[in-house]
C-alpha cells in the first residue's frame, strides 16, 4: 500500500499570502495524484489531477507540480474561500487507492 | 448537471447492518466505476469500495472486506453499500464519488455527493 505523508499538518496564513502544500509518497506514483479541496460541512472537491491539471472551473491561482514522489500544491494568493482541508490522493497503484492525512489551512 | 444523493444512513447498534443508496442523475452509472469514501468524525478520508464501470468487478478496502458489498442497479441508475457486522471504527459520513472519465478505472474522482452519516453506536 502506498502511504501520503502531508506537510504541514496545519498552515497559518493570511488573504493575499502564497500557500505550499507537500505530498510525498511511500513510492512512485508518476504523475497519478490528485489534490481535494474540503471545506467544513461539504464534500471533498477535485482541484488538480493528474498532479498538475487544474479541474474544472478551478481558479488558477491553484497550480499542482511534481511527479514520482513528491508533489506540491500552491495558491498563489489566498481568497477567504480558500481556507479549508485539502487531501492528496493516489491512483497509481490501487487497490487500495490511498488519501494523506490533510493539511489544515486556517487563518492566521 | 451531474448529481449524487446518498441515502440509507442512520443510527445502528453494534453487529447491525445497514444499506446506502446514491442515486444519480445527469448520467449513467453503468459507464463509469463508482466508489465510495468514508470519513469518520474528524478524521481524514478513507476509501472503502469501488466498482469498475467495464466489469462490475468489486474492490474493497481490508477494513471492510468480507462485511461490506458494494453493488448497482443500472436501471435505477443507483449504487448501494451493503454493510454488515458494523462496529462503532465504522461510524463515518459515507459518500459516494464517480470518475471522472467513463470506461476506465483507476481514475480520479470528480463528482461527488454530499454524503450520509453512519453511526454505530449501542
Known amino acids: 500500500e502506498i502511504v501520503l505523508t502531508q506537510s504541514p499538518a496545519t498552515l497559518s496564513l493570511s488573504p493575499g499570502e502564497r500557500a505550499t502544500l507537500s505530498c510525498r509518497a511511500s513510492?512512485?506514483?508518476?504523475?497519478?495524484l490528485t489534490w481535494y479541496q474540503q471545506r467544513p460541512g461539504q464534500a471533498p472537491r477535485v482541484l488538480i489531477y493528474d498532479a498538475s491539471y487544474r479541474a474544472t472551473g478551478i481558479p488558477d491561482r491553484f497550480s499542482g507540480s511534481g511527479s514520482g514522489t513528491d508533489f506540491t500544491l500552491t495558491i498563489s494568493s489566498l481568497e477567504p474561500e480558500d481556507f479549508a482541508v485539502y487531501y492528496c490522493q493516489q491512483r497509481s497503484n490501487w487497490p487500495p487507492y490511498t488519501f494523506g492525512q490533510g493539511t489544515k489551512l486556517e487563518l492566521k | 448537471e451531474v448529481q449524487l444523493l446518498e441515502s440509507g444512513g442512520g443510527l445502528v447498534q453494534p453487529g447491525g447492518s445497514l444499506r446506502l443508496s446514491c442515486a444519480a442523475s445527469?448520467?449513467?452509472?453503468?459507464?463509469?466505476?463508482m466508489t465510495w469514501v468514508r470519513q469518520a468524525p474528524g478524521k481524514g478520508l478513507e476509501w472503502v469500495s469501488t466498482i469498475t464501470a467495464t466489469d462490475g468487478r468489486a474492490y474493497y478496502a481490508d477494513s471492510v472486506k468480507g462485511r461490506f458489498t458494494i453493488s448497482r442497479d443500472n436501471s435505477k441508475n443507483t449504487l448501494y453499500l451493503q454493510m454488515n457486522s458494523l462496529t462503532a471504527d465504522d461510524t463515518a459520513v459515507f459518500y459516494c464519488a464517480k470518475d471522472a472519465r467513463p470506461w476506465r478505472h483507476g481514475d480520479y474522482f470528480n463528482d461527488w455527493g454530499q454524503g450520509t452519516l453512519v453511526t454505530v453506536s449501542s
Open positions: 445527469g448520467f449513467t452509472i453503468r459507464g463509469y466505476a
Open positions: 513510492q512512485s506514483v508518476g504523475d497519478y
